[in-house]
């Protein structure tokens, strides 16, 4: 494993273990889902490591994935403190038009890499995402 990899997955085991702590808070999810971004302020309810984190606003669970086929989670922020819990600033879905599944696929599977800087968390197949 590459020096370069290794920080990069501590760094995001650092992410998951303050997400981890943020169970029960309010924090604001900002995101991309379907191309558009979203700025939501939800109450942290689960943390699925590496793939995805579920919120709850006053009646409406959600999960949303950290890096899926068409939304994806671009930061976490306290909600009192402005603390950043969870950032990803690569995150890109500038598909152009008539990409296929496969390289969608392959796309997705790249952000995750250039994320956790490792393969371990690739997805064979959208079913899995």
Do not use: C, W
Not at 41 to 61: K, M, N, P, Q, W
Not at 99 to 113: T, V
């Amino acid at each position: 494993m590459k020096t370069e990899d290794k920080k990069i997955q501590e760094i995001v085991e650092r992410e998951m273990e303050n997400l981890l702590r943020y169970i029960g808070k309010k924090v604001i999810v900002h995101g991309i889902h379907d191309g558009k971004k979203f700025e939501e302020v939800r109450t942290l309810v689960d943390v699925h490591s590496y793939i995805y984190i579920a919120t709850l606003d006053e009646t409406v669970r959600r999960r949303i994935q950290f890096i899926g086929p068409n939304s994806g989670v671009m930061k976490i922020v306290d909600k009192e403190t402005g603390d950043i819990l969870y950032e990803n600033a690569t995150l890109n879905y500038n598909y152009p038009k008539g990409i296929s599944s496969e390289e969608k696929l392959a796309h997705i599977n790249n952000l995750r890499e250039q994320k956790y800087g490792t393969d371990k968390y690739n997805a064979t197949n959208f079913h899995i995402l």
